[in-house]
């Protein structure tokens, strides 16, 4: 094992009941060195994070930190060996305060008390070294995903870890909160610690990383340097075909208006929103955390309640009170977090699918389920997504992120009504290869005519699929641009409050 190295993995193979979920892999971390690993959905990544980690040990292989080979029988091992991991979902206490969380489990005692001003103060210093911007007494329930984020980074630090894998940990953040996690990750590679960054997003990759590890179906590929290997090169080793087009925007003909709505306001939320979708064309909407766009579209399709505005379809006036208003009225939407808001996940993808039309199909005054019709339909849909599922029948929650998300979208397709679909963050938490799958479909769903509404936080996508795009910044539209113009440094100035002040004050 060379000096540099702090961390180095052999020949790992981890097998469960009739799966190889690693085979043979290896890995090598250097001192003070971000290296990012990436890879499908199931190419192995969660299963070696736990292997290095002590949750799942190995059949077989050799791990050695600081040149000493190393086994850890549990998490406990690993942490008192200096390696700590913060995961996509932090695991934390809401009830109790922020030093509570990071000094649990190593709490300061002397004769048997818990030291509290000790620790208050030492939970400052490390919130301090990370530019938090909360107190270590408030309630971490309190705080924001990104803030959780700091949080957990702090817990690590305080255990004195050498070595810090971070999971995911950009998917639920927006444009902001990453480039301020971007500069949390390089101060402490200058302060030499290790970290290995685990992420589906390419401008993780060749923002944070000198190198990456690249595995597929729980085999090692191999290791890169970031500014060497190409985006093409990169997507072909995870994936293992090339994908000439990332964002395979057809060109369409873009019809007659099919949806606008106008004067959208709620308290406190977002003012006077309005925006318009033609027939065949993909809208996007962008814009910093707190820009108001989740909630504008919620309120739109009546899951909650604007104090004013008005909806049109194919320029008539609607009244939403309630979802099903929307859904009557050709207005589909696929929130956000699919897991806990478009699917039921003990549920068969089949049930899944014609939820929303189960009344409809049912036969007879007395509602007697149609079971034929709903099993045709579902699985007609599902094959129209390529769903990659061995039957309808399969619980939701069996299924890769990106495979959820197609049963989401066959479920809209299941109501033949729809006119307008609105994605709300469509590719979050998807690998590369669900990305492009994803893109395909709405690409073919625009070519159908159908009018497509994407809120997304991933200038790439933006940029890539949208022949329109507004930008909102706290709870106002405020420009919208032809993707012939659009350019990520202007969307990025549109959706911050400062350059629409200058702009503001220019006019002025």
Known sequence: MSDDLILELKGITKIFPGVKALDQVQFQLRRGEVHALMGENGAGKSTFIKVITGVHQAEEGHMYLNGQEVHFKGPKDALEAGIAAVYQHPTTYPELTVTENIFMGH?????????????????????????ADFKPTEEMGALSVAQQQMVEIAKALSTNAKI???????????????????????????????????????????????????????????????????????????????????????????????????????????????????????????????????????????????????????????????????????????????????????WGLGDNVILPIQDELAKGPFKIKNEKKERELSKKYLEEVDTKAVTIFDPASSLSGGNQQKVVVAKALAQDNMKVLIMDEPTKGVDVGAKAEIYAIMGDLAKKGYGILMISSEMPEILGMSDRIYTMCKGRVTGCLDRRDATQELLLEMSMEKGNNEKKEAAE
């Open 164 to 346: 810090i894998i971070l999971d995911e940990p950009t998917a639920a953040l927006a444009a902001n909160e990453s480039q301020r996690l971007y500069r949390i990750v390089d101060q402490l590679r200058d302060e030499g610690v290790s970290i290995i960054f685990i992420s589906h997003r390419m401008e993780d990759m060749y923002r944070v990383a000198s190198r990456v590890t690249v595995f597929r179906d729980a085999h090692y590929i191999g290791t890169y340097d970031v500014d060497k290997i190409t985006t093409a090169d990169l997507i072909k080793a995870m994936v293992g075909r090339e994908i000439s087009d990332m964002y395979p925007k057809p060109d369409v003909k873009i019809g007659k208006e099919v949806f606008r709505f106008e004067g959208m306001t709620r308290t406190g939320y977002f003012k006077d929103v309005a925006m318009t979708v033609h027939a065949g064309e993909i809208v996007g909407v962008t814009g910093l955390v707190g820009a108001g766009r989740t909630e504008t579209m919620e309120a739109v399709c009546g899951i909650t309640k604007a104090d004013s505005g008005h909806v049109y379809v194919d320029g008539k006036e609607i009244q939403i009170r309630k979802p099903s208003d929307a859904m009557k009225a050709g207005i589909v939407l696929l929130p956000e977090n699919r897991q806990t808001q478009g699917l039921i996940l003990r």
């Open 107 to 131: 709490e300061f005692k002397k004769n048997g008390l818990i030291q509290w001003r000790a620790m208050n103060q030492e939970a400052r210093k490390l919130l301090d070294r990370l530019d």
